[in-house]
C-alpha cells in the first residue's frame, strides 16, 4: 500500500513562488510515473504535471514556463516548484502515483495566490 502526503500549501502574493513536496511511503517508486492535479472550488481536477519512470515531463499548457515537476526515487519524494505564481493557480493541489493497475493519491494541499 502506497501513502502520499503532500505539504507546502499556503498563501502567496501573485508573482510569488512556492514549493510543493509529496512524500510516498511503501513500494518502490522508480518504476511507477507520478503526477501533481489541481482542483479549483466549483472545477474539475486537472492536470498540472507529470513524470515517468525515466524522468520524461510533461506539463499544462497553463503551466509551462512557471512550474517545474522533479522527483527523487532514493527519497521517495515528489516536488512541484511554482513560480511567477497567478491567482488562477488557486487550488487544492494532489500528489498521484500510477502505472499498470495502481492509482494512488494524496489528501492535498491549499494553495491560494492573493493579494
Known amino acids: 500500500q502506497v501513502q502520499l502526503v503532500e505539504s507546502g500549501g499556503g498563501l502567496v502574493q501573485p508573482g510569488g513562488s512556492l514549493r510543493l513536496s509529496c512524500a510516498a511511503s511503501?513500494?518502490?517508486?522508480?518504476?511507477?510515473?507520478m503526477a501533481w492535479y489541481r482542483q479549483a472550488p466549483g472545477k474539475q481536477r486537472e492536470l498540472v504535471a507529470n513524470?515517468?519512470?525515466?524522468?520524461?515531463?510533461n506539463y499544462a499548457d497553463s503551466v509551462k514556463g512557471r512550474f517545474t515537476i522533479s522527483r527523487d526515487n532514493a527519497k521517495k519524494m515528489l516536488f512541484l516548484q511554482m513560480n511567477s505564481l497567478k491567482p488562477e493557480d488557486t487550488a487544492v493541489y494532489y500528489c498521484?502515483?500510477?502505472?499498470?493497475?495502481?492509482?494512488?493519491w494524496g489528501q492535498g494541499t491549499q494553495v491560494t495566490v492573493s493579494s
Open positions: 513524470i515517468g519512470s525515466g524522468g520524461t515531463t
Open positions: 511503501g513500494g518502490t517508486l522508480n518504476i511507477y510515473n
Open positions: 498521484n502515483l500510477y502505472g499498470g493497475f495502481l492509482n494512488y
